[in-house]
Nanobody, 127 residues
Framework: QVQLVESGGGLVQAGASLRLSCAAS????????MGWFRQAPGKERDFLGA????????YYADSVKGRFTISRDIAKSTLYLQMSSLEPEDTAVYYC????????????????????WGQGTQVTVST
C-alpha cells in the first residue's frame, strides 16, 4: 500500500535551516502532485507548497515563498522541503501528501484534494 514517511524534524533555533524528507513508496507517483502542509496546535492544516512528481513544477504559499523550497528525487522516491530562516511561528507538525486528481475544484492547495498522507514530523523553532 502507499506509504509516505516524513523525517528530519526536530528542535532548532530561530534563523536556522532544516530539511525535511518524505519517503514515498507503494506505487508509481507519475502524474501525482506531492504537497507539504503543516498544522500548529489549535489551527487548521495549512498548505506550504506542492510539486508535480513528473515535471517538477513547483507551487508555493505566499507565506513561505522565498524561504521554503520543495524538490524531489525520483530515483530515491523522496520528496524534500528545505526550510530556511525559520521563525517560532513555523513551529508545527509537518506533513507530506500525495494527490492524483488535481483540477479546478480539487486544487493542489486544498488538503481535501490529497488521497495519501504521512504521519507527520514535528518542527519546533525556539527563540
Amino acid at each position: 500500500q502507499v506509504q509516505l514517511v516524513e523525517s528530519g524534524g526536530g528542535l532548532v533555533q530561530a534563523g536556522a535551516s532544516l530539511r525535511l524528507s518524505c519517503a514515498a513508496s507503494g506505487r508509481s507517483f507519475v502524474g501525482y502532485y506531492m504537497g507539504w502542509f503543516r498544522q500548529a496546535p489549535g489551527k487548521e492544516r495549512d498548505f506550504l507548497g506542492a510539486i508535480t512528481w513528473s515535471g517538477g513544477n513547483t507551487y508555493y504559499a505566499d507565506s513561505v515563498k522565498g524561504r521554503f523550497t520543495i524538490s524531489r528525487d525520483i530515483a530515491k522516491s523522496t520528496l524534500y522541503l528545505q526550510m530556511s530562516s525559520l521563525e517560532p511561528e513555523d513551529t508545527a507538525v509537518y506533513y507530506c501528501a500525495a494527490a492524483w486528481n488535481v483540477y479546478s475544484s480539487r486544487p493542489y492547495y486544498n488538503p481535501g484534494s490529497y488521497e495519501y498522507w504521512g504521519q507527520g514530523t514535528q518542527v519546533t523553532v525556539s527563540t
